[in-house]
């Protein structure tokens, strides 16, 4: 089951009303490649519907590719690139949250001039997970498309919460405490809202007790 993300809706108008009027003067193929065109923008503006669950981890907030894995002795930073279908999703359940906005400009890839110019957003919030206090931070670069980015104006998010989109573009998720552990490495597929990212020594503890039970 595919979701039509809030994000589509005005592109989706325009594209109908051209179809409409190219239809109404009898150009049949222009009003064929407008609702072809309408297909595809619906398909790159969509989700697949991810069933809640309650993991012992901090989940992905984003499907893509893991770019970069860095570990510190208290931190551990995720750079992901994301792939068409991009809901951002609230990888726990966050509480404190601030976001910020920084205009800019958009560019294809990131070098020094990127850095310094481009769009960025960033979202901060604290997490519970399994009884150890952790701060996360996301920063999104968006790389097409205005509407891309933070779109998340609360200051809690259950787990698996809408917390923005970006379709084509770099996620950054920092999570920083003690006792966390990665679940993945450089150049693995991960899916939004789903692929486990990081848990603790007692995360890592109960998911070894409910294997050995099973």
């Not at 068409?84 to 509480?95: A, E, K, Q, T």
């Not at 920092?174 to 995360?203: D, F, H, M, R, Y």
């Amino acid at each position: 089951m595919r979701m039509i993300e809030s994000e589509s809706k005005h592109g989706s108008y325009i594209l109908i009303i051209i179809g409409l009027i190219t239809s109404y003067f009898g150009f049949y193929i222009l009003t064929g490649i407008v609702a072809i065109l309408l297909i595809l923008w619906l398909f790159f503006c969509s989700t697949k519907a991810i069933n809640p669950t309650i993991p012992n981890s901090i989940v992905t907030p984003i499907s893509g590719l893991v770019r970069k894995v860095v570990q510190n002795e208290d931190s551990i930073e995720f750079s992901i690139d994301a792939r068409f279908n991009g809901r951002i999703f609230s990888p726990c359940d966050l509480y404190d949250i601030t976001t910020l906005k920084k205009k800019g400009f958009y560019f294809a890839k990131q070098n020094e001039v990127s850095n310094i110019l481009e769009t960025k957003e960033f979202l901060e919030a604290q997490t519970l997970l399994n009884n150890e206090n952790l701060a996360i931070k996301i920063e999104v670069i968006p790389r097409l498309l205005r509407f891309c980015g933070i779109n998340y104006d609360k200051t809690e998010a259950l787990s698996l919460d809408k917390i923005g989109f970006l379709n084509v573009g770099t996620l950054t998720i920092k999570v920083i405490g003690k006792n966390i552990n990665s679940l993945v490495q450089e150049g693995t597929k991960v899916l939004g809202g789903n692929t486990p990212l990081v848990t603790t020594k007692a995360g890592n503890e109960k998911t070894t007790e409910s294997n050995e039970i099973n």
